[in-house]
């Protein structure tokens, strides 16, 4: 495979992705060309993260796939500076006329007035509830939300309302919401998931550049077990030949730490993802690369990508289902099959200020 570099690498230390490539709507593609002028020059300063006000008018997003469990889900940020070269959510950059790839982790946009939006939508006549999943797309806990606060604030409000909430994250910051999430918790109004995608620090820094430690994500998992919050382990996504090997060892270990059921998705390719992907690869893993996407066609019908309901998660074939029965015969060996149902009944709109109090 040769390499079409789109930015220049010293740039891009520290970030997931190694191309900046223009986004699939855009008329013009940048190819980075060496004309030998910057020769002996000091490396230029890494990327900097920037930051734009999203101007979103709306902040429950509505989807109905079948093979998703959640029907509505909210994302305080678009973009994510955890860097994970195989997030999915890389794609939806394209929409701004921004890359998939240097400039989904590092120019991001933040709903600073996502609270409010979500209190009116909870306040209209006819909603009915039914569980909220954040961080579905884009990580709530990304290092932003430390000094933002969004998610916590949207927590605040959907504590007020009394509202089910299923948070997926690879930060310990949300040990930061224990203090909402417990409450919330013992009334069965929220739960979480740790995504841990290997126990390897060096993988995971080069995966997963900007996001907690695996260390770290089993002490956030401990952290919630411990305050009451039913919390499960994200063994996602599987690579093969890349962190598959792990997966009972994953398990295992976030069992120990409290966990109480898990989950996992195969990895996914779509779009502009499959090159980001392959360039790591070829970077990072090159003795392992062509083994790497072999498998993974093995497990899509022969391509890089399947979008077929259903399959996109679990992928087809042998590999695919000897993946299928190492996780099942896993959860049941640790006990990670605790799916409590979270409660609808107990949602109330809180009285606005001036409100006259019912009587009975």
Partial sequence: MVLKQT???????????????????????????????DEGEDAPPPLKTEITIDATRSIITRNKSPDISFDRSINPYRGCEHGCIYCFARPTHAYLGLSPGADFESRLFVKPNAAELLAKELSA??????????????????????KLKIMRSVLEVLWQFKHPVGIVTKSPLIARDIDILGPMAEMGLARAALSITTLDRKLARQMEPRAGTPQRRLEAIRALSA????????????????????????LKAAKDAGACSAGYVLLRL??????????WLEANRPDAAKHVISLIRQMRGGKDYDAEWTNRQRGTGPYAQMLAHRFHIAIRRF?????????????KPPPKPGDQLKLF
């Fill in 270 to 279: 779509p779009l502009e993802i499959k090159d980001l992907f392959k360039e």
């Fill in 125 to 146: 006549p006819g909603y009915v509830p039914k569980t909220i999943a954040i961080g579905t797309n884009t990580d709530p806990y990304q290092p932003i939300e430390k």
């Fill in 7 to 37: 930015a220049d690498p010293r740039l891009l230390r520290g970030r997931g992705a190694i191309s900046n490539a223009s986004g699939r709507y855009e008329r013009y593609a940048r190819v980075l060309l060496d004309d030998g002028w």
């Fill in 335 to 347: 006990g990670l099959r605790d799916h409590r149902p979270m409660r609808t009944d107990l949602f």
């Fill in 227 to 250: 305050a009451g919050i039913p919390t499960a382990v994200m063994f996602a996504p599987i690579i093969p030949a890349l962190n598959d090997g792990e997966m009972e060892t994953v």
